[in-house]
């Protein structure tokens, strides 16, 4: 009898083990925060040219997502923002002026945040910044301020509200 109750504790432990590592790991859509990072610096350098090849390259990536590589977890939370974050990309890869792809760049940025609160995209700490002049939020990989709503014109403005994965 104990030898029964000593393989299921075994097992049952060996099973929650490999649960909880399924959940460490960043999500197949993990490339999308990368890509995201890309469109926040050049908007951050106010390079126009650069921020719609890159939003260009987020809207292929996002489009062309493998869907049967997602966790039953994370669809819902991806099918629920995929259509938002594609518009807002498609208009900044439209765009070469500033100050419009940085207004998509705010809903851009409120939504992805939904999808980085939902789904692990990360090991790494994501900072979710708010900028108080343009009253939108942006993701950052550093807890330094680089303000992409106003680039050099306003570099440090804003503050961290929130971290993901401390």
Known sequence: ?????????????????????????????????????????????????DAATHAGEFLKAINGVDMKSISAADMPAFMALQNKLAFDARHISESTDIDHQREHFANFSTNFFKLAKTVKLTDQPVYYTYCPMKKSYWL???????????????????????????
């Not at 890509?35 to 126009?48: P, R």
């Not at 680039?151 to 971290?163: A, E």
């Open 1 to 49: 009898m104990k030898k029964i109750f000593l393989i299921v504790a075994f097992i049952a432990t060996a099973f929650t083990q490999q649960i909880f590592a399924q959940d460490a790991k960043p999500s197949a859509l993990a490339p999308l925060l990368s890509s995201y990072y890309d469109i926040k610096n050049a908007l951050v350098n106010s390079n126009s040219a």
């Open 140 to 166: 950052s990989a550093d807890a330094a301020i680089k303000n992409p709503y106003f680039g050099k014109q306003m570099l440090t403005c804003g503050k961290v509200t929130q971290t993901l994965n401390k």
